[in-house]
């Protein structure tokens, strides 16, 4: 059984940082393509960053210079580092384990954190 579970949410003021982390059980992690989204409210859930098991990153363009994203596979986890935050990028946001190389969507999500960003 595939289970995500992220944990680092929270209150933040514009301009501060927050780090998420996703630990994942019932996969093989080392091979696995894993990835964050984030869903505001009365918005669509859009990709923000994602990472192969090669160590191969991507990040939407509204993050780039700002978020990380990193694995450790020694302990099963996906990391998130979200730098200059600012009011837009308060959201959900949810781990995701992808198909592989093409990058499909699967099934498999944590139940998401909340991160705000607000003075």
């Known amino acids: 059984q595939v289970q995500l579970v992220e944990s680092g949410g929270g209150l933040v003021q514009p301009g501060g940082s927050l780090s998420l982390s996703c630990v994942a059980s019932g996969i093989t992690f080392r091979f696995a393509y894993m990835g964050w989204y984030r869903q505001a409210p009365g918005k669509q859930r859009e990709l923000v960053a994602r990472?192969?098991?090669?160590?191969?990153?991507y990040y939407t363009d509204s993050v780039k210079g700002r978020f990380t994203i990193s694995r450790d596979n020694a302990k099963n986890t996906v990391h998130l580092v979200m730098n200059s935050l600012k009011p837009e990028d308060t959201a959900v946001y949810y781990c995701?384990?992808?198909?592989?190389?093409?990058?499909?969507?699967?099934?498999?999500w944590g139940q998401g954190t909340q991160v705000t960003v607000s003075s």
């Open positions: 995701t384990q992808f198909a592989g190389t093409s990058w499909a969507p699967t099934d498999y």
């Open positions: 990472i192969s098991s090669g160590g191969s990153t």
